[in-house]
């Protein structure tokens, strides 16, 4: 399986990725707003899934990026 997305390392911070989206200190970010509803989360309902703009990491469903698209 893919490893977990380092929330700390340099390419969460480059998009201001964070597992958690309600500590979100970003602009950009609504609430309700994560994973899991972004167009981007290959994980379906799973708690951790691909994201194209972190190749070879999962993301979590409950986390959140400044490049966050809404699904549907
Ligand atoms: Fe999560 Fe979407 Fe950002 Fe990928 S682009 S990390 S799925 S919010």
Same mark, same amino acid.
């Given at each position: 399986?893919?490893?977990? %997305?380092?929330?700390? *390392?340099?390419?969460?911070? !480059?998009?201001?990725?964070?597992?958690?989206?309600?500590? =979100? /200190?970003?602009?950009?970010?609504?609430?309700?707003?994560?994973?899991?509803?972004?167009? %981007?989360?290959?994980? *379906?309902?799973?708690?951790? !899934?691909?994201?194209?703009?972190?190749?070879?990491?999962? =993301? /979590?469903?409950?986390?959140?990026?400044?490049?966050?698209?809404?699904?549907?």
């Amino acid at each position: 399986a893919m490893a977990q %997305l380092d929330e700390n *390392g340099p390419q969460a911070a !480059g998009l201001g990725y964070r597992h958690d989206a309600t500590t =979100v /200190k970003n602009a950009r970010y609504s609430a309700g707003q994560q994973c899991s509803n972004c167009v %981007l989360f290959q994980g *379906g309902d799973s708690e951790w !899934g691909g994201c194209p703009l972190f190749t070879g990491s999962q =993301v /979590k469903a409950t986390g959140w990026c400044s490049a966050y698209s809404a699904a549907g």
